[in-house]
C-alpha cells in the first residue's frame, strides 16, 4: 500500500492538486503536426499508484483543469473514459469555410462527436472567429449555436469569447492573425434564443427566429 495513504485525506488532496493541476489550469490539446506542442507539467503516474489513489485523486485532475480545443474534424485524441468525465471546456471555432447547408451535418459527421462523449461536461467557452468576411446573417449563428446546444448536457453553461491568457495564447497559435472575433455575435443568439426555450429543439429555434425575422422584413 502506498504510504501517500497513510495521510490525512486533507493532505492527499492538496498533493493531488499540485501534482495534477496544468500550468494556468489549462491543459491544450494541439494537433501532431504543431511544433509548438508541448505536454502540460502533470505528475500522471500518480494515476497509477494504487486504485484508491486513482479513484480520489482522477476527479481533480478532471475538475481542477479546463481542456483547450480546437473544432476540426480530426480526433481529439482523448480516450473516451477521459471525455466523460471533463467538466471544463474551450472550444475554438473557426467558421471561415463554413456555410450555412453544412451547420446541419456538423453532428452527423461526428464534429461534434467528442463532445457529445463529454457528460459530465458543466462549463463550455466557445471562442468563434471568422475570416470570410462576408455578411453572416444572425440565422446563421443562431444555428451555428444549436449544434453545441443540443450536443452538450442540459446543465452545462455556456459562455462565450476568450476569458484568460492561456485561452487567447492558445488560439493565437493556430494563426498568426486568428480572424474577426464573433463570440458576442454568437452570445446575442444565445440570449434570444433562451427566451424561446420552452419550444422545444434548439435547433428548431433558430428556424423559429428566421422566419420571425423574414416576416418582420415583408412587412
Given at each position: 500500500m502506498s504510504r501517500l495513504l497513510n495521510l490525512p485525506a486533507e493532505l492527499r488532496f492538496r498533493i493531488y492538486e499540485y501534482a495534477l493541476t496544468a500550468p494556468d489550469a489549462a491543459i491544450k490539446i494541439?494537433?501532431?503536426?504543431?511544433?509548438?506542442?508541448?505536454?502540460?507539467?502533470l505528475r500522471l503516474s500518480l494515476l497509477r499508484t494504487c486504485k484508491q489513489i486513482y479513484h480520489e485523486a482522477c476527479d481533480v485532475l478532471y475538475t481542477k483543469n479546463t481542456i483547450l480545443i480546437v473544432l476540426s474534424s480530426r480526433d481529439t485524441c482523448l480516450p473516451l473514459h477521459?471525455?466523460?468525465?471533463?467538466?471544463?471546456?474551450?472550444?475554438?471555432?473557426?467558421?471561415?469555410?463554413?456555410?450555412s447547408?453544412?451547420?446541419?451535418?456538423?453532428?452527423?459527421?461526428?464534429?461534434?462527436?467528442?463532445?457529445?462523449?463529454?457528460?459530465s461536461l458543466k462549463s463550455l467557452r466557445l471562442h468563434v472567429i471568422d475570416s470570410s468576411q462576408r455578411t453572416r446573417e444572425r440565422a446563421f449563428w443562431t444555428e451555428m449555436l444549436?449544434?453545441?446546444?443540443?450536443?452538450?448536457?442540459?446543465?452545462?453553461?455556456?459562455?462565450?469569447g476568450i476569458g484568460n491568457n492561456a485561452e487567447l495564447a492558445f488560439a493565437r497559435s493556430f494563426h498568426s492573425k486568428c480572424g474577426d472575433d464573433y463570440s458576442d455575435e454568437v452570445k446575442k443568439s444565445y440570449l434570444e434564443c433562451k427566451q424561446y426555450r420552452c419550444v422545444g429543439a434548439w435547433y428548431r429555434i433558430g428556424l423559429f427566429l428566421l422566419s420571425k425575422e423574414n416576416k418582420q422584413t415583408k412587412r
Open positions: 494541439y494537433f501532431s503536426f504543431q511544433s509548438l506542442r508541448v505536454k502540460p507539467n477521459a471525455l466523460q468525465e471533463l467538466r471544463s471546456v474551450f472550444y475554438r471555432v473557426d467558421c471561415t469555410f463554413t456555410m447547408k453544412q451547420l446541419a451535418k456538423w453532428t452527423e459527421v461526428g464534429r461534434l462527436s467528442s463532445l457529445r462523449a463529454m457528460t444549436a449544434c453545441f446546444v443540443e450536443t452538450v448536457p442540459k446543465d452545462c453553461e455556456i459562455v462565450f
